[in-house]
Each structure stands twice: as structure tokens, then as C-alpha cells.
DNA sequence: TGGAATACGAAAACTGTTTTCATTACCGAA
DNA sequence: TTCGGTAATGAAAACAGTTTTCGTATTCCA
């Protein structure tokens, strides 16, 4: 298993290189570049995690507080778009969006305690589904698996996870 | 690979073992019998496939056409309570759902060419993510593999699948 | 069988996201 | 540079799926 550099600083070179393919995708569309799109693609290469579109339009109104909800969703689009950026759905109901450190493909391990959202790589694992997709004559595009549970080495997790098996006990 | 199997006639006994189980929940959780519930469970557990909530009332109509959305809503919750019934979601927007064959686990190849959704079980692969897992001082209560892809013997989704790939380079 | 506790159904509310539309900004051609 | 057509913006409305509300009807036990 390779975890995943949890706690990578956010690299200014790797952030201008995103930056400068962005604008090359703006380019070979035909878009236009904007103040706004620069602003939004700044702000959001800069911070790490799974980023919701409110945390991001948080940040980017602390730099243009008139840029609204519209622009963002629309250029995290264009993110995706690019291949720049990944969508995520933790099951939420909310939209995350993660591309730093990305690009690279990785599944998840959630907290369901703590809210925690750890990467992890593991060939094997990848193998293996191709074996099974080729067995079942399945081309994959694409995959996603998550893992759901609880951190074992911190005790608030744990702690936690004890008084809902209490609660559900009583109910 | 286990595949799953795909076109499992609805077995009677097993449908009237889910509704009895579902009715000792009801009991046991001081809840009250009711028509609407009897009719939407034993329909949902009649259907097959991942049913979502508006085929399910589709078909709940037939028996009670005045049952509305807001009572299939709150029975499949209770449904899901229960854990005789799964919810999914697949990326289309729409929560759905599944009992028939399941309770136990599985995980899901989807086609995004016809919307084929096959399920497959893998020992392996399980046993897999459980010592990543365990690796990383995590404790899994739930996963969710999905497989995004095509039918590699279905003609009409290789075609789809070209056709897309074509229009992709013009743009 | 009376009546408190539940459940129902229609409609309103909610949430996250997308669309609309009037206005403004971009940028290549002149 | 300026012009002008095209594209982008932002506020607000629309949307889709789901949940909640609230007045009425049903369940079921004392
Ligand atoms: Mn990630
Ligand atoms: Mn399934
Ligand atoms: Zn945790
Ligand atoms: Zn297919």
C-alpha cells in the first residue's frame, strides 16, 4: 500500500504549472481568460483536501468578494473539464473537488467519526479489478472506491463509535 | 469472480421471509401496520434490479394509486433501517435501491453506455482492502467499489463509446 | 371501543446545483 | 487603439431530488 503524502505543502511551482495548463485549456477551447477564472483557479490550486464549492467560494470572495456561486461552479466545470481537476461525492450530498496533489489516481478511506478523508494506492487492488472487469467482458473508464469507517488510533473516533453501537442497542 | 446472479426470478418464499422480517421491525421499533407500508413493501421487494424511487412509486401506484411520494420516501427509510435493504447511488443524482437478492454484500460494474448495471463479488478483493485497511490503523464498517465503464460485447455501447471519443478530439 | 400515538398525503420547504437574462468584459480585426 | 461580436459574469429564478409540515385519517391497546 502507498499512502498518499498527507501533509504536502502546497508547491508554487506545481501550482503555476496548473495554472499555465488552465490557460492553455482556456486557449485550445476558444475561452476567454478572466479575472474571475484567474481568482477561482488560484484560490483553489492553493488549498489542499476535498474541497466543497462553499469553502471555496469562501476563499476566493476574501480575493474578489463580488464573484458568486455562478463562476465557481461554472469553472470548477472547466476544471474537470481540463482533466486538471477531479470531482468527488463522499456521500454528503455535497460536491468535492480535488486536484493538488492529484491528477494521479487514488482511493479513499473516510472517517465517519472524525470526517477524515485519507488517499491511499494500491497496484494490486487495480489489478485486480481489471482481471475481474476482463473476466465479466467490462471495459473500465473509470473507477471509485471508498472505504467507510473509523480511525482505530484515535480515541475520539473510537469513543464515538462506541455510543452509537450504545444508542443503537437502546433503539 | 462471483458473478451475480443476473436474472434471478423472483423467489415467493424469500419475498414473504422479507416482509415477515420487515413487520417483526415495525413491532419491535412500536411502530404501526399500515396498508400503505404492506403495499409499498411488498411491492419494492417484488421488483428486481436498483430500483429508484420513482420506478418504485410507478409501481405502487398500481396497487394504491393515492399512496404519494412522501410514504415510498419514508417506508424505503425504514426499509433501509431495518438493513433488509441497501441504498445506492451511482452518480446519476438519484438514490437507489436494493433487497431482493441482496443483505449480502456486493459491489457494482456500471455501463455508461446502456446504464447496465452488473454486480460481482470477489473474495480477494475484499480480503484486500481489509489488510490495506489494517495497514493504515483503519476499521472498515462499509465500502463501495463501483466500476464505470462499457460492455465490451455489446455492440451498440462500443459504438457509443467511438462516438464519443470522436466528438471528444473535434472539440 | 375511546382516544392517544402514529401515519398519511398534498403541498410547501429545503439543498445543492444549473439556468436565465440583462449587463459587462475580452480580444481579434481593422 | 478602437470597435464589435462573442463569451463571461452575477443576481436571481428555476430545477431536481428529497424532506418536512400540517391538517386529517388510521392504528391498536387499555
Ligand atoms: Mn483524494
Ligand atoms: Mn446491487
Ligand atoms: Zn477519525
Ligand atoms: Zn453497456
Do not use: W
Request: hydrophobic share 35%.
Amino acid at each position: 500500500m502507498v499512502s498518499i503524502n498527507p501533509n504536502s505543502k502546497v508547491d508554487e511551482d506545481l501550482v503555476k504549472e496548473k495554472e499555465a495548463a488552465f490557460a492553455e485549456f482556456i486557449q485550445r477551447r476558444g475561452l476567454k481568460t478572466t479575472r474571475q477564472r484567474n481568482t477561482i483557479v488560484s484560490t483553489f490550486f492553493r488549498m489542499k483536501g476535498h474541497i466543497s464549492v462553499e469553502e471555496l467560494l469562501v476563499e476566493v470572495k476574501k480575493a474578489n468578494p463580488r464573484i458568486g456561486y455562478a463562476t465557481v461552479y461554472r469553472t470548477l466545470h472547466l476544471l474537470v473539464e481540463s482533466g486538471l481537476v477531479e470531482e468527488r461525492r463522499f456521500g454528503d450530498g455535497l460536491a468535492r473537488y480535488e486536484g493538488h496533489s492529484a491528477v494521479e489516481h487514488h482511493d479513499h478511506m473516510i472517517c465517519l467519526e472524525c470526517g477524515m478523508i485519507s488517499e491511499f494506492y494500491n497496484p494490486r487492488l487495480e489489478a485486480l479489478q481489471e482481471k475481474l472487469a476482463e473476466e465479466n467482458n467490462f471495459e473500465i473508464y473509470r473507477h471509485r472506491l471508498e472505504l467507510y469507517g473509523a480511525c482505530k488510533d484515535k480515541e475520539a473516533c473510537q469513543a464515538r463509535k462506541k455510543q452509537k453501537e450504545a444508542r443503537a442497542q437502546g433503539a
